[in-house]
C-alpha cells in the first residue's frame, strides 16, 4: 500500500466532512474527517472471521449491541428467547420494534445500526412501515460478496480476531477464515477452570495422557500455546471481567495446586470460585510470562460489558494496576476506553510505559465519552498508545456504522484541538494515521507500511 495519504486522492465513501450523524463547529472539522475518511484502518478487535449469514431483516437489525438499549428501553417484554416472535406477521413483527425503538432510537448504538445499514443499504429511514419494507425486500439478495466489498470501501487492511476457541485453525487447519484475519488466543478458558471437564480439555496435547497434576497441565498448555504460536497469534485476549473482578492476585504455585488437585480428584465436582481463585490467579500470572517470552501483547477486557444488569465496578482498569506493574516486560492492550472510569484509564496511559489504551467498541458506547478522552489523551498520554477502533461486533454492516462514528469522532476531538491551537492540521493527521493504523499495525507487528501524513 502507498504510504501516503493526501485529502482529495479519491472519493470517500461518506457524504463530505463527515456521516450523516452528527458534526461539530470546529472550522477544521469537514477537511479533516474528508482526510480520516481516506485513512487505512486496523480493526483491533472482532469476533468474525468472515461472511456472516443473516436472512430475517428484523432479528438482523435487533441482532447487534442496539438490542441492549432496546431491552433498557422496556423491549425484553417484546422478546421471546432474544428474538421478535416468529409467529407474527413481518408488520407486526415490526410495530413490535418499533415500540421500543421509538423510545430508543437517538442512542449511539442505534445511530450507528441506521449509518451501516445507510453505507451498506442505501437504507435513509425504517420510521415507516413502507420504509423497512422496501429494505427487508433489498436484504434477501444479501451474499457473501457485502463483507470483502464493505471491508476494501472501508479501507479496513486487517482484523484481530478472538473467536473464543482457535483449536478449530490449529488442530484441523481450517483456512476458511478471510485474508483480513489476524487472530488473539483466547485465555480465559485456560484459566477459569472449575471441574476436571475443563482440565482435560487440554489432555490431547500432551498425547492423551491424563493430565494428574498441575505440572501436566502446564506441559498441556504450553505444547497448545506454541501450536498457537506456530499458527501466527498476534497477541493474547482475556474477557474474565464478564465473570471475575480483574483485580488478579499473585498466589504460590502450591496455593494453586492444593486447588488443582481438588479438582481433578472429584471428577463430578464443580468448584465455585472461592475454591478455585488462587490457581485462576497464579495461571493468569504464568500466562503473562508465556507473553513476555514471546513478545506478544495482552489484550485485556476492562470497562463495560455487552448486554444489560451487570456489575461494573469489578471491571475497572485500576484493578490491573499490580499486574501491569509486576510484568513491567508485557504490553497492554486495554479495552472499550475503560467506559465509565475515563480518569483512571488517562492515568494507566500516562504511568506506565507498557499500557496500551484502545477504544474499540467504546467509540459507539458514548462518542462524547470518546471525544473527551481523545481531546485529554493527546494532552496526557503518548499518542502512540491510543487505538481508535475495533468493531467488536458480527456483521459487516455493524462494523460500517461503528467506524464512521469513530471517524466522527475521531475528527471532532483533533478538529476541536486544531482549532484551539494545541496542535497544527498536520499533527492532528498524523496522530489519526497513529491511532487508526500505525499504532496496532505497531504493537501487533502485522508489518503493514506505515502511514505518513501529508
Not at 124 to 141: C, G, L, N, R, V
Not at 330 to 339: E, I, R, S
Not at 353 to 362: G, I, K, T
Not at 386 to 402: C, Q, S
Amino acid at each position: 500500500m502507498s504510504a501516503d495519504f493526501n485529502v482529495g486522492d479519491r472519493a470517500g465513501i461518506y457524504v463530505k466532512g463527515g456521516s450523516k450523524m452528527y458534526s461539530c463547529n470546529a472550522k477544521s472539522f469537514a477537511k479533516l474527517r474528508e482526510y480520516i475518511d481516506k485513512l487505512p484502518v486496523i480493526e483491533t478487535h472482532e469476533h468474525y472471521t468472515n461472511y456472516q449469514k443473516a436472512e430475517d431483516a428484523i432479528d438482523f437489525i435487533i441482532g447487534n449491541y442496539y438490542m441492549s438499549d432496546f431491552m433498557s428501553a422496556g423491549g425484553e417484554a417484546a422478546l421471546t428467547n432474544g428474538a421478535i416472535p416468529r409467529d407474527l406477521s413481518e408488520r407486526e413483527r415490526y410495530e413490535l420494534f418499533m415500540k421500543y425503538y421509538r423510545k430508543s432510537d437517538k442512542t449511539a448504538y442505534a445511530r450507528g445500526m441506521m449509518e451501516g445499514l445507510r453505507i451498506c443499504w442505501g437504507v435513509e429511514s425504517i420510521d415507516t412501515y413502507e420504509d423497512f419494507a422496501k429494505f427487508a425486500q433489498a436484504f434477501k439478495s444479501r451474499g457473501a460478496s457485502i463483507y470483502t466489498d464493505t471491508m476494501d470501501r472501508l479501507l479496513i487492511k486487517a482484523k484481530v480476531v478472538d473467536i473464543f476457541d482457535l483449536t478449530g485453525y490449529v488442530d484441523q487447519k481450517n483456512d476458511s477464515y478471510s485474508k483480513y484475519c489476524r487472530f488473539a488466543f483466547p485465555l480465559p478458558s485456560m484459566h477459569n477452570l472449575h471441574s476436571k471437564h475443563d482440565v482435560m480439555k487440554l489432555q490431547r496435547y500432551i498425547g492423551g495422557r491424563p493430565i494428574i497434576c498441575l505440572d501436566d497441565y502446564l506441559e498441556a498448555f504450553d505444547a497448545y500455546f506454541q501450536k498457537c504460536i506456530d499458527f501466527g497469534i498476534v497477541c493474547i485476549k482475556d474477557q474474565s471481567a464478564y465473570d471475575r473482578p480483574i483485580n488478579y492476585g499473585n498466589p504460590t504455585k502450591a496455593e494453586a495446586e492444593k486447588a488443582f488437585n481438588d479438582i481433578v480428584f472429584d471428577p463430578r465436582g464443580v468448584f465455585g470460585d472461592d475454591r478455585v481463585r488462587a490457581l485462576d490467579d497464579w495461571l493468569f500470572q504464568y500466562a503473562m510470562r508465556k507473553a513476555a517470552k514471546y513478545d506478544i501483547p495482552v489484550q485485556i477486557h476492562t470497562g463495560h460489558m455487552a448486554g444489560i444488569r451487570n456489575e461494573i465496578a469489578k471491571t475497572n482498569a485500576a484493578h490491573l494496576i499490580p499486574t501491569i506493574e509486576l510484568h513491567a516486560d508485557v504490553k497492554f492492550d486495554l479495552f472499550h476506553g475503560n467506559w465509565p472510569y475515563m480518569d483512571e484509564y488517562l492515568f494507566i496511559g500516562k504511568n506506565y510505559p507498557n499500557a496500551w489504551l484502545n477504544l474499540c467498541w467504546a467509540q459507539s458506547i458514548d462518542p462524547l465519552y470518546c471525544v473527551e478522552f481523545m481531546k485529554r489523551a493527546v494532552m496526557t498520554v503518548p499518542h502512540n498508545k491510543i487505538m481508535a477502533f475495533g468493531g467488536d461486533t458480527g456483521h459487516i454492516e455493524w462494523v460500517a456504522g461503528y467506524l464512521s462514528l469513530a471517524r466522527d469522532n475521531v475528527a471532532i476531538a483533533l478538529s476541536e484541538l486544531v482549532d484551539s491551537g494545541w496542535l497544527s492540521f498536520g499533527e492532528a493527521g498524523q496522530i489519526a494515521a497513529d491511532w487508526f493504523f500505525n499504532n496496532p499495525n505497531e504493537l501487533f507487528k502485522l508489518e503493514f507500511d506505515a502511514i505518513t501524513a501529508v
